[in-house]
């Protein structure tokens, strides 16, 4: 047992059992041994690679895509950039720089990250110093300021958000905890009261023994930004390994070192992360008052904002690079690799033309 673990079986003797949730919370966000305290949890080094990190036309195109958004939209000035997760900030780095193209989009708008881990954040302000437009951190959601048009990205976020996991049983949908054991270890066990779910209809009937996942922090989030979205105009993507519409199944991972990892082993030295439920999200976002596209896969929407043809021009620009480029695109598109298992997932204002590559 690390330290987490034995500081999360103390507070189980005396508080109870912890729910997924919670038990996530700490190992991703401790202030002295959460995942994300570590600047290195991310990258080559870390414990996972992302697609930012992989090839910077990643970066680019989203950047493109905003700028394309903003200008369908009419331009309205100011607006507001903001990116949740920002990892290492490489991301928001390679969209301002593609952006440069569109001087008039730079011109007012104020750049918002919002990030939990001080150790992050300092390796984002880094990336960014030299950031051609007024740039600000934010640890909440509530600290933004929802007054302008908001264009959102979002890469690898929604999966490291809490989730909560029911099994279903005999007496209904019974909560998944985490508890001590006789021989002293984190253990799941489950709740012996059973929870009223809305599960919906669409989604069949469970069978004893099925698992359905929900993830109250994500849906909170999309509500408001599809809020904001709706009231003020924007344009959100998310981009994210996820269902393909419906909240069945257990999908909680932890990945150490670029392999998985048992998920109560060693808390903190390992990424937690769970597939995101997009059908869900879209009816948060309708309901709210937006528009939801997708989720589509990756690659697909990748083709669609030209990686093939940007892809082409760097290399032509950087011929020893040539290979690697190749290899960054497939990897990125290849439905082997992050082509289809990650997916894009848009929200925009109702009356809006639909957004570049759905
Ligand atoms: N988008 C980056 C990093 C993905 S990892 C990339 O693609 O490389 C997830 C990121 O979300 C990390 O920066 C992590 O610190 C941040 N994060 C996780 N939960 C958060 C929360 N509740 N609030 C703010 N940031 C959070």
């Not at 892809?311 to 082509?339: F, Q, V, W």
């Amino acid at each position: 047992m690390n330290r987490l673990a034995r500081r999360m079986a103390r507070a189980i003797e005396m508080d109870g059992p912890l729910s997924i949730a919670s038990f996530t919370t700490m190992a991703l966000h401790d202030c002295e041994d959460g995942f994300y305290a570590s600047r290195e949890s991310i990258g080559a080094r870390g414990a996972f690679i992302t697609a930012p990190e992989i090839s910077q036309i990643f970066g680019e195109l989203l950047g493109l895509w905003c700028v394309q958004s903003w200008r369908d939209q009419g331009s309205p000035t100011p607006a507001r950039l903001v990116e949740l997760g920002p990892g290492r900030g490489t991301l928001m780095k390679d969209a301002l720089r593609a952006a440069h193209i569109a001087p008039d989009f730079l011109a007012g708008l104020e750049v918002v990250l919002m990030e939990a881990s001080p150790a992050l954040e300092a390796a984002q302000r880094e990336q960014l110093r030299d950031a051609p437009a007024t740039t600000r951190w934010v640890s909440q959601w509530d600290q933004i300021a929802g007054d302008w048009p908001l264009f959102l990205l979002a890469n690898e976020f929604l999966d490291a958000l809490p989730i909560r996991q029911f099994v279903m049983t005999e007496r209904g949908w019974c909560e998944r905890m985490v508890i001590v054991d006789a021989t002293g270890d984190l253990a799941f066990a489950l709740a012996p009261a059973p929870t009223p779910l809305d599960v919906r209809a669409e989604r069949g009937t469970a069978e004893p023994g099925a698992v359905y996942e929900i993830s109250p922090a994500s849906q909170g989030l999309v509500e408001e930004a599809s809020r904001a979205i709706a009231a003020y105009g924007g344009a959100a993507l998310f981009i994210d390994y996820g269902h393909e519409g419906c909240g069945y199944g257990d999908t909680l991972q932890a990945v150490s070192r670029h392999k998985q990892a048992g998920i109560l082993d060693t808390p903190g030295e390992s990424d937690l992360s769970a597939h995101v439920d997009f059908a869900a999200l879209g009816s948060v976002a309708s309901n709210a008052g937006a528009r939801a596209y997708g989720a589509i896969g990756q690659g697909e929407f990748l083709r669609a904002l030209g990686i093939d043809t940007r892809g082409t021009n760097l290399a032509e620009r950087n011929p020893g690079s040539a290979d690697g480029i190749a290899a960054a695109i497939d990897r990125l598109t290849s439905k082997r690799e992050m082509g289809a298992l990650f997916k894009a997932f848009a929200i925009l204002p109702g009356g809006a033309p639909p957004p570049p590559g759905f």
